[in-house]
Nanobody, 115 residues
Framework: VQLVESGGGLVQPGGSLRLSCAASGFSVSTYRMMWYRQAPGKERELVAHINSAGGITNYDDSAKGRFTISRDNAKNTVYLQMNSLKSEDTAVYYC?????????WGQGTQVTVSS
């Protein structure tokens, strides 16, 4: 089982980024998929979640209206579209897959929002 995030980088406030989480060894359509982030000196926090069936999504209040989590089952990839980025969105973003008691994490991708 492997998760590989990509798409991070440096962006100006108000800009957009799309993060990708490519999975191998399992099907993302059968797992709950989540995006977390961890800013320097802070705990890792859940940003967005999509369930394994039906595509029900949930967001942290800080992400509502700006971020969108989605899943492409054919590509076995989960995305996080981030719009209207703010400096406080700066963090390492991690993808996580959960099924039952099994959790799998990616290595993370850095997002820096700065002018």
């Amino acid at each position: 089982v492997q998760l590989v995030e990509s798409g991070g980088g440096l962006v100006q406030p108000g800009g957009s980024l799309r993060l990708s989480c490519a999975a191998s060894g399992f099907s993302v359509s059968t797992y709950r998929m989540m995006w977390y982030r961890q800013a320097p000196g802070k705990e890792r926090e859940l940003v967005a979640h999509i369930n394994s069936a039906g595509g029900i999504t949930n967001y942290d209040d800080s992400a509502k209206g700006r971020f969108t989590i989605s899943r492409d089952n054919a590509k076995n990839t989960v995305y996080l579209q981030m719009n209207s980025l703010k400096s406080e969105d700066t963090a390492v973003y991690y993808c996580k897959a959960r099924k039952g008691l099994s959790d799998y994490w990616g290595q993370g991708t850095q997002v820096t929002v700065s002018s």
